[in-house]
């Protein structure tokens, strides 16, 4: 799987929307109960044993999974930068750095070869789906959780999700690295029902060793 950073911005304000690469029903390894995990784009740190390295970037992405292209072509076709070409054998050539994550390959696409990783999402998107499970968190203990990535690398559209949340009687869970601002912890925490940490390593030096 090939997968690079998209060069686009983000142009609407970061405190009602995030970038989202996943939202992920009926999870029940993230917090108690029955939960609703949300996964947000972007990580301060980039440990070797990542689960999602997709995460890692705070941009949108373009995937490309070589195995699944059948050289059709019609991303060639459709794709307005020349991302896509292919060499006289028929070899899928994609240049990462001219996308613009606009999506029109990855719609013509028939294999499922190419894949945007993150998606602009407004507090209230994100909320609409998550309440949706609300009679299956009253029953279970569950809730929502915020994750990633590092879901406080997105500190104002977490604090804003989390803020509605509570306000409407849903349980808050937040996986983070422990490595975002004091300041932010405090901020959210009046709106979290449990932190779960993830304990990287001890001592500065190993964990320097375990960051590619």
Same mark, same amino acid.
């Given at each position: 799987?090939?997968?690079? !950073? ?22 029940? /390894?993230?917090?108690? @109960? ?17 689960? /999602? ?11 490309? /999974? ?9 991303? +060639?076709?459709? =794709? ?7 060499? !006289?054998? *028929? ?7 001219? =996308? ?16 945007? &990783?993150?998606? +602009? ?5 994100? &909320?609409?789906?998550?309440? %949706?499970? %609300?009679? &299956? ?11 990633? *990535? ?8 977490? #604090?804003?999700?989390? %803020?509605? =949340?509570?306000? /409407? ?7 983070? !690295? @422990?490595?975002?601002?004091? +300041?932010? &912890? ?9 932190? #779960? ?5 001890? @001592?500065?030096? #190993?964990?320097?060793? #375990?960051?590619?």
């Amino acid at each position: 799987m090939l997968i690079k !950073n998209s060069t686009s911005q983000t142009t609407t304000s970061q405190s009602t929307t995030g970038v989202v690469f996943d939202i992920q029903k009926f999870s029940v /390894n993230d917090g108690p @109960g029955v939960r609703t995990a949300v996964f947000m784009k972007g990580c301060q740190m980039k440990c070797v044993w990542c689960h /999602n390295p997709e995460s890692l970037s705070a941009q949108k992405q373009l995937a490309f /999974n070589a195995d699944k292209c059948v050289g059709c072509r019609r991303c +060639e076709q459709v =794709c307005p930068n020349g991302v896509h070409s292919f060499d !006289n054998d *028929g070899h899928h050539k994609v240049d990462f750095d001219a =996308c613009q994550t606009c999506g029109q390959c990855v719609d013509a696409c028939m294999q499922d070869a190419l894949k945007i &990783y993150g998606k +602009e999402m407004t507090v209230e998107q994100v &909320y609409s789906e998550v309440i %949706k499970d %609300k009679v &299956y968190f009253d029953k279970s203990g569950g809730g929502i959780t915020l994750s990633g *990535g590092e879901a406080l690398k997105q500190f104002d559209f977490c #604090l804003a999700l989390a %803020k509605m =949340c509570k306000a /409407n009687g849903v349980h808050v869970c937040i996986e983070t !690295n @422990g490595a975002s601002k004091t +300041e932010h &912890y405090r901020a959210i925490a009046p709106y979290v029902d449990l932190f #779960l940490f993830d304990y990287k390593a001890t @001592g500065d030096d #190993l964990i320097k060793h #375990l960051q590619e």
